[in-house]
């Protein structure tokens, strides 16, 4: 029996650490789509080199940093890169494409032959961390009655 991942943790439940899962999702893609999630991965890991790796929800790639920063979902068509908090991010360069109804997240697909605004994207990422690790982004702490 398989136990749960729990937060904090970059192994999934086999041993395998959660970096090794998304080296295996890049290779197993083997399309546009795993070299553009190789590229988002490294520009997440230039932005926040204390960045943590996970591997939640049955296969989706997730960055942390006191929190979710974003995920890296693929699909047919595009790569999702997802922002747990991205409404409450500002957006000057208008990277969001996805995602733009909801109250809390915001996405970017990444379609293929897209080129990455690099220098937006690591910003982006640089404020969310930072919204992860201000008051703001915290959750509030409940207490027992």
């Known amino acids: 029996m398989k136990k749960a991942v729990t937060a904090g943790s970059t192994k999934e439940a086999d041993g ?13 893609l083997g399309d546009w789509r795993g070299e553009m999630l190789g590229r988002i991965r490294g520009l997440i890991k230039q932005a ?22 974003c995920t890296g979902e693929t699909y047919k068509a595009v ?5 747990a908090k991205g409404a409450a991010l500002e ?6 494409n996805s995602s733009l109804e909801g109250n809390v ?11 990455i605004n690099e220098k937006a994207l690591k910003a982006l990422i640089q404020a969310a961390v930072a919204l992860n690790t201000s008051k703001a982004g915290k959750k509030p702490s409940r207490r027992s009655a």
């Open 16 to 28: 395998v650490s959660a970096s090794k899962l998304i080296d295996g999702r890049i290779k197993e």
């Open 48 to 69: 926040d080199p204390d960045v943590i790796e996970e591997w939640k929800w049955r296969g989706v790639p997730v960055w942390e940093h006191n929190g979710i920063i």
């Open 79 to 83: 790569v999702k890169m997802t922002f």
């Open 91 to 96: 957006d000057p360069a208008g990277l969001f």
């Open 105 to 115: 997240r915001r996405a970017i697909d990444f379609r293929e032959g897209e080129k």
